[in-house]
């Protein structure tokens, strides 16, 4: 049987053991590394596959409720709407994937530090206070706080400008909560210029 002394040191040294590892899980956890990957990429493209099971549907239901030459008629105007959206969706898409390709970011939110690695070519370390200001460019709806009819709503892009004249450019395809982001670096409102359009390419 152990005596009271030798559990207290025992209980002492897991104490101490663990009481390590949840600070070394807590610097960890500081850091937010963003990537483009390929669960970001392809979620973007759920509002196209929205359209087009919408779009079948009525198909389905014009030859049904109104006969085949309706059906028809309905299915050229259909394809050619879906068609329009798909082409403009992924014109942006690639846009903003070629914009961010090889580009990746680390965030330390608890000291509002940013690390902008630009391929292997460049790398921009700032705080947050250094920014001098952020353009925002979204869609009206996403402006709006609203839900977009268009499937490339959801996208935005921000141009980070720094007082020491350099910028960056991060994507929504990069870090897909832009709001979130900007909120967690706390950059006040003041300093981020939101710019709504129809079709925001970088």
Known sequence: ??????MEHGIGIMFNIKMQYCVFLLKYHMITNYVITKKFRFRNFSPLLTILILLIGAYF?????YG???????????????LIQ???HLLLHLNYYYANKFDSLECDFENKTIIYHHGNDN??????????????????????????LLTWDSYS????ELRDERHFI???LLV????????????DRYRIKKIAGFYSLV
């Open 68 to 82: 085949g030459e309706s059906g028809i008629f309905f299915l050229i105007f259909f394809l050619v709407f879906f």
């Open 1 to 6: 049987m152990l005596r009271p002394q030798t």
């Open 157 to 160: 892009y921000c141009d980070i």
């Open 123 to 148: 790398t921009i370390e700032c705080k947050s206070d250094e920014i001098k200001i952020v353009k925002h460019f979204m869609s009206y709806p996403a402006r709006n706080k609203k839900a977009g």
């Open 61 to 65: 239901y014009s030859t049904y409720k």
């Open 176 to 187: 897909p909560d832009l709001e979130a982001f900007l909120s967690n670096m706390n950059i």
């Open 86 to 88: 798909a082409f403009m």
């Open 170 to 172: 991060i994507t929504s």
